[in-house]
């Protein structure tokens, strides 16, 4: 009893010391000295700065919403001027670089660092979180500071090191994780300060094999990774068998909610915020998923007394070619299946995903599982989440890019297509890596507004960075042309 009334206090404190609405706690006092601070104390805050960086208003999961023809803008807000335009500069959703080493990684580092061997599950952790957290930073940035980065004082001024060589060392961090949990001698084990499992160090061996079968996955059609996979499978802990979540302690009070909660749903009072009239549907997707006849339609996104209804993105004239019908009462928001409640986990790692990752390597033949079944497996698993019910008609539907016998020559495309449907409004910036590199969905438009005929495939360095590592900051590759080394 008293180890629980323990951990409540940490958490208590945790959620009390807020700086900002960014922050829960920055435990770090010296950020040069990182046994400071003991580690029940840094994980929690670690892990909430990842539900942060992946779900809160403009940051990564956002941003791929608005990329991916998700989302769009009621009538009377004028919310998205950039993403309309993709007004991709320095100063453009630099909160994902900056947040990113500045709150996540550097707490993730301080884990990392940790010298005594009691603490070796802690340091487990600290480096499969790096990985989860560099692979983002790369396949929206390419070249980055990996090697050099998050010393600090020690340099201040890392060099940026090139993309394809970050994802091998990611492969080999993740391996050193496994063998760090694997033979840890008496550790400490981490207990309810794991806001993400709990201190169960097999998920954490799944979950540190599933974000290398991302990895993998991901660069699978500029190298040969088939060895690699095969590892996994002998290694044999296989992947996460269910959503993850992180939660450290969400409550219905001010600046400690659900982070997408918070920001595009309610306040602590129950009044909508601005954010979340503002954010609408897409006609597009709408049109899309009924034309799939898709029930998760429901779930993404509410449906007014009127009947679904989305906007154009980059829509100027609301009032054509009827007055007042895109205001935020009579167009379809954001859903139940995502908004769930303000005390809900902040999903950064969603079971449908790792079906659809599975379900396209044995497609390309690089596992010897049915695509077919994971496939499948994945369509329910986001059905799941949504609380959509089952899925067995949808994809026994004989719909094309929905049912995977009626999608013969088209499985990948079709694998895709779903895997963006299930990460609308979660994980969404998985979809606009997949659509870098395969093209898929099939069809996207770009914002009215758009000045290409396509949208951007990387984000700009921060200003920040320029002004403070500039020597170091690579030549700022072009914003529309330049893919990642996974997708040229």
Not at 325 to 347: R, Y
Not at 356 to 369: Q, V
Request: proline share 5%; hydrophobic share 40%; glycine share 6%.
């Amino acid at each position: 009893m008293k180890r629980i009334l323990k951990y409540i206090s940490i958490l208590a404190v945790i959620l009390l010391l807020n700086t900002s609405c960014e922050e829960f706690l920055d435990v770090n006092t010296d950020p040069n000295n990182p046994t400071s601070v003991t580690p029940d104390l840094v994980l929690p805050s670690a892990q909430k700065y990842t539900a942060s960086i992946i779900q809160k208003d403009r940051r990564i999961s956002h941003f791929g919403n608005m990329m991916m023809q998700n989302w769009s803008q009621s009538d009377g807000f004028s919310w998205y001027t950039d993403e309309f335009k993709y007004n991709v500069t320095s100063s453009f959703y630099q909160r994902v670089f900056n947040y990113s080493y500045t709150n996540s990684l550097k707490q993730y580092q301080i884990l990392d660092m940790l010298e005594d061997t009691r603490y070796d599950y802690y340091r487990a952790i600290g480096k499969i979180m790096k990985a989860y957290h560099f692979q983002l930073l790369v396949d929206i940035y390419g070249d980055i500071p990996y090697f050099e980065a998050l010393l600090r004082k020690d340099n201040a001024t890392p060099v940026y090191d090139d993309a394809a060589t970050i994802y091998a060392a990611l492969i080999t961090e993740l391996d050193a994780a496994i063998v760090l949990i694997d033979e840890a001698v008496a550790p400490d084990v981490p207990d309810i300060d794991d806001a993400m499992f709990g201190g169960d160090m097999d998920k954490w061996i799944q979950f540190a094999n599933t974000v290398k079968l991302r990895i993998l996955v991901r660069e699978s059609d500029v190298r040969d990774v088939t060895s690699d996979l095969a590892a996994i499978a002998t290694q044999g802990s296989g992947f996460i068998t269910s959503d993850v979540l992180v939660n450290p302690g969400y409550l219905i009070e001010k600046d400690k909610q659900n982070p997408i909660w918070g920001d595009l749903g309610w306040d602590e009072g129950g009044t909508q915020t601005l954010s979340s009239k503002a954010t609408c549907a897409t006609q597009f997707i709408l049109d899309y998923l009924t034309g799939l006849a898709d029930p998760r339609i429901d779930y993404i996104y509410e449906e007014p007394a009127t009947g679904h209804l989305g906007v154009v993105q980059g829509l100027l004239d609301y009032d054509t070619p009827v007055l007042d019908a895109f205001v935020p009462e009579l167009v379809s928001n954001i859903g139940d299946g995502i908004l769930k409640s303000g005390t809900m986990g902040a999903n950064i790692f969603s079971m449908a995903e790792v079906y659809f990752l599975l379900a396209e390597a044995a497609e390309k033949g690089l596992i010897t599982d049915d695509p077919k079944a994971h496939f499948e497996a994945g369509i329910q698993a986001s059905f799941d989440y949504l609380g959509a019910g089952s899925a067995a008609g949808y994809y026994s539907s004989a719909i094309p890019l929905a049912d995977w016998n009626s999608s013969t020559g088209d499985e990948l495309e079709a694998i895709i297509t779903q895997k963006w449907i299930a990460m609308n409004g979660i994980t969404a910036e998985q979809s606009w890596f997949d659509y870098n590199r395969t093209g898929f969905p099939s069809g996207l438009p770009v914002s009215l507004q758009a000045t290409t005929p396509d949208r951007p495939v990387r984000l700009f360095y921060p200003a920040g960075e320029l002004s403070a590592n500039g020597d170091n900051v690579p030549a700022q590759p072009d914003a529309f042309t330049a893919k990642i080394f996974w997708a040229e």
